[in-house]
């Protein structure tokens, strides 16, 4: 893992000296496929580094990190002008990225899982050492498909996604709602510079409306009433009305602006459970590449939403009604996922259909599957 941003950082600091405008698109290309990585391999390995309670925290922490960058690269342009400087500087912080990347230890959760009991539990001691607890005589029983060897480990690649008949409808499902989430958060996001106003100024107010969103995000999503699947679909909804309700507002009005601005908040909410919720929907033995695939429709939103706004062409209100309408599919295309509030972490495939597997602690005492990593002091 620790390749991938040494490569990002040399990309980027080529797109600053590039020479011309076929090295400058070519290296931004890659910066995006290097990021694109990075992105789904921390959210991973931060969700597989700890136990499932603490998931929607870590999970949601994370994605708020993304939403301060979008706010800081605001002033950041404003007092950095030239393009070539402003790229330098925006790309030194993976530097320290990099110098930090390469303590981290392997995932125990995806040791486990390919049976690699003895290495996922030295990182197991390493971290509840790190942690202050004593855990010298700290065992994880084998079990079940956690066997060295296990075939079902072996087999569980990208293909799985489309021959499980249980992943295959999560995988259908997921990839609808990602993409919708991406197309209506970055078509709102890449807005901000054609809204009336400083585009400086615009550029941080839609990192700072997202802020907000991560607390609400925290607080519904371990609700029993609402969970991550009816929280998902409702702050899906939800950005599709305030998408809605522009149409019927005066253009360039302050109205506009502030419920384009209340859809980027709901949609980030919405992708930010969409990343906690996959992740607990997919085992972790096909956890990274069930996200990758997630993330690869993903991009298709991105890719499509800076052509959105051109549509103002057919008509003004165009651009949001499509936002609109992604906005509420997705939402109710989203209930049928299954809720995965309170329900362990599934490990490995036949995990979907039991999820029932014991591990042994210091004090051999069985601790279900879910609280794997919540060490404790024997």
């Known amino acids: 893992m620790q390749h991938v941003p040494t490569h990002s950082v040399i990309f980027g600091y080529l797109t600053a000296f590039a020479p011309s405008y076929e090295v400058f698109a070519a290296s931004r290309l890659l910066v995006g496929l290097m990021n694109g990585g990075i992105g789904l391999v921390c959210f991973v390995l931060t969700q597989e580094y700890v136990g499932k309670s603490y998931w929607a925290m870590t999970g949601t922490l994370t994605s708020m990190i993304f939403a301060v960058g979008i706010t ?4 950041l342009g404003y007092f950095i002008q030239p393009w070539r400087t402003l790229a330098a500087a925006a790309n ?9 990347s390469v303590t981290l230890p392997e995932s125990p959760r995806w040791l486990y899982s390919q049976g690699q009991t ?5 990182v197991l001691q390493h971290m509840a050492l790190r942690n202050g607890n004593n855990a010298n ?3 994880l029983q084998r079990v079940g498909s956690a066997k060295p060897g296990n075939r079902g480990n072996r087999r569980a690649g990208v293909l799985q996604l489309v021959v499980h008949p249980v992943l295959r409808l999560r995988t259908m499902v997921l990839m609808y709602v990602w993409y919708a989430c991406s197309l ?7 807005g901000a510079s054609e809204t009336s106003g400083n585009r400086f100024i615009n550029v941080s107010m839609y990192g700072l409306v997202e802020l907000p969103a991560y607390p609400l995000c925290i607080y519904f999503i371990n609700k029993n009433w609402a969970g991550r699947r009816k929280s998902m679909s409702s702050f899906l909804c939800l950005a599709g009305f305030a998408c809605l309700c522009t149409t019927f507002v005066p253009e360039n009005a302050g109205t506009l602006l502030s419920l384009a601005l209340l859809g980027k908040l709901m949609v ?3 992708f930010n459970i969409a990343y906690v919720y996959s992740s607990e929907l997919y085992p972790t033995v096909i956890r990274n590449a069930g996200l990758g695939v997630c993330s690869m429709s993903c991009r298709v939103g991105g890719i499509l939403a800076p052509f959105v706004p051109s549509m103002r062409a057919l008509h003004t209100s165009m651009p949001f009604t499509i936002f609109c309408l992604s906005g509420l599919s997705a939402g109710c295309v989203g209930l049928l996922l299954p809720e995965t509030l309170n ?4 490990e490995t495939l036949e995990d979907l259909s039991s999820p029932t597997h014991n591990l042994k602690s210091s004090g051999h005492k069985l601790l279900k599957r879910n609280f794997l990593f919540s060490l404790k002091a024997s």
């Not at 800081?72 to 002033?75: C, E, R, S």
């Open 72 to 75: 800081l690269f605001g002033p």
């Open 92 to 100: 030194s912080s993976g530097v320290l990225i990099f110098l930090l």
């Open 118 to 122: 003895e290495r996922a539990e030295e």
């Open 184 to 190: 209506v958060y970055y078509g709102l996001t890449l």
């Open 343 to 346: 329900r362990p972490a599934a």
């Open 137 to 139: 005589k700290l065992i």
């Open 268 to 270: 980030s909410a919405a």
